[in-house]
């Protein structure tokens, strides 16, 4: 066990591992405290549910995302 993580630290590490890849030691401190922690589990469900909806908004997947409006990319 290296250390315990915080809530702010996981929610911190869940939006980190879109990003880059983890290391194995942050993906043992993340998986040992959403174990524990309903919160967190909860936020991370967020998260994906969010970035999923983010991809598919920028792969022009959903009607409501017009392909070519791009001004903000
Ligand atoms: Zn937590």
Known sequence: MSRTLS???TTVLVSDGRDRRLS????ADLRGHLTGCVRCQAAREQFEILFRGIERYLHGD???APIG?????
Do not use: I, Q
């Open 7 to 9: 809530c702010r630290d």
């Open 69 to 73: 409006r791009g001004t903000d990319v």
């Open 62 to 64: 959903t009607p409501d």
């Open 24 to 27: 194995l030691e942050e993906l």
